[in-house]
């Protein structure tokens, strides 16, 4: 590992840089000459001890966007390749992959978070199952995957429930159309009075007829 570290005028000498409180000055220059080949820094509270800075220096470089913070002891110098290259034959990687997975560089060699669901950042404090960074939280990819899944299974059965209904609604439409049986005609070889009555006659008639 390199022991040399650099700081550029590019970032020293402008006034946002020079707005800083002094302890908060004095923090970036202690965690920039701590940090690794790759600019992370795994040792925040015992910096913070030794440069005699308290959590509100640390916030302030967060809220300046000056550093990127993944847990409560590892940050990440958000300058830090504009500021320090080092040599193939003398760089040692981190031992932090997973974090410096997480970002990538833009054209002014800063560091920034890799583009991500928004499902994935929330506001918020702090928990186990997140990572901080900065005044963000990216949930842990098992979270969102449960999340999606349950978000899946609701819309699924929804989709059910709406394919039900519809069924029942053709099934009444269906019997609502069906013909209607005519409960008014008489049943089949039965009489009613008025014919009877005709009937009657028809003897009558034929009968004195007969007679005649």
Known sequence: MAIRRMISKR???????????????????????????DGINDSLTITMLMSGTEEKDLQELLDNDYLIKFNESLVVIKHWKMQNYIKPDRYTPTSYQKEIALLELDNKKEYHLKSMDTDCIQNGNKTEAQYSIGKYSIVKDSEVKSSEVEKSEVKERKEEVRKEKGSMRGKENQNNALPQEDNTKPPLNVCNEEELKKRAKQAIRERNNQND
Do not use: G
């Open 11 to 37: 970032i020293l000498m402008t006034d946002k840089f020079m707005k800083l409180s002094l302890t908060a000055f004095k923090l970036y220059i202690m965690l920039l000459v701590t940090a690794d080949d």
